[in-house]
């Protein structure tokens, strides 16, 4: 399942009969700085298993080569046909509209490799520590503001040069201005640290200079929107002449990904692209490979999504019949089911989703969940709360699965879960008003000093600036 947007300005809500198909629109207040910005916005923010492990397996070895990260790499999908992706910490931010205009891996992987660059030479090391310290929606919208202010459609800066970030001293020019200054000496630097880590790891960094040169000779791909990846990275013709060299001196530099990889990637684009941008899209990029896996796996999400649900399913069997160790074909059998008011079936295919999924993604048990609930009977009710509880401790900050974690419990009359579940929801949605105010409900009703009872303690007592107080 690729969430997508229903209505563009909403909180919406994963509703079963929208399964699969809405993006998470989350209003998330800026806790950068520590007070609450004037731009609280609407954040578009896509989960889906399948592409956020890709991202990441394209991720993992740049991160160990830079000595960034031993274990997992926290993956963002920003919902935007714009190119950008930026790395804080162990999260790497990108807009699905960056994964869609990369032809190959990579493309993608040298873009990661310069951002790990930054990262590794502590540059804008204070800006870093406070996205870090922020929550998941907090920082995507402090980068969405961040475009649209360089872009100039905003003025409000308030929020932005609180947390320390140069773009926001002012208009456009003038960010744009003190971003090139300090920027020059920090770009070539990422340029040749990507090199190393590509080197390392035995990868080419032609999709790196391919991505760069596009930027720095054409108008961005997205007409009179402005990328805000090229923004904050400007690319001189000398920048690239000397990156150019440094990716032609490499032993690597016809090295190819590997076909299993850029099958994933070609999947993971026919998905974007039935989803994101519609049967047109999608067909404009089967067009390109007719008959091929990635192709066959469109055709069963476009049939999916336009409400084909036999023919769908059909495709789908037969793309499981091809690759049976493929959990995301799985996933998308049980999205059919749902849909087609199965939940039964569709629990058994998310099961198997669950059992075969290597990068053990939280948003798997959730859907599972979802399905357990959706049987109905008092025993799969409390098989769906384990399930998405499951899901949970894998991915804590997973908004929507709180929300149906406490429809879950309310249908079992556990009212405390149900409203600590709420509280933590709007907690990570960065709505800490009414998580504060469900989790003293909850407190009410649970015994002084029980785990849920402390949870909800945590959540009344947290202060936006990133701190708890005891
Ligand atoms: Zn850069």
Known sequence: MLSRPRSTFSISSLGRTARGFATLLLAAAIAV????????????????????????????????????????????????????????????????????????????????????????GGHQQKLREQLERAKTMAIIATLLGAGAIVAGATTNSRGLAGAGMGVAAGGGEMAQRSILAYQRTEETTADRSAITYLNATGQSGMGMLKTFGRFQSALSLSGAQVDPYRISHPMPQERIANLEVLVKQSPYVDKVDPPALQQRHDMMRVKIAAYMGGQAAATRLMRKSPGSLASRYGEAQLAYLYGNLAASLAKTNALIKEQPKNPYFQELRGDILMKANKPKDAADAYAKAVSLDPARSGLLPVSYGQALMAVGTPKSLKKAVVQINNGLGRDRENAEGYRYLAQAYGELGNIPAAELATAEGRFYSGDYKNAKIFAMRAQQKLKRGEPGWLRAQDIINYAPSGKIKK
């Open 33 to 120: 700085s520590g007070s609450v910005s004037a731009f609280a916005q609407n954040v578009p923010v896509v989960r889906d298993a399948e592409i956020e492990a890709l991202v990441r397996d394209y991720a993992r070895p740049i991160f160990k080569a830079a000595g960034l990260a031993n274990d997992g790499v926290n993956i963002i999908l920003v919902n935007d046909q714009s190119f950008n992706a930026f790395v804080t910490g162990r999260r790497l931010f990108i807009n699905t509209g960056a994964l869609m205009m990369a032809e190959t891996p990579n493309e993608i992987i040298g873009v990661i490799a310069h951002e790990a660059g930054h990262i590794a």
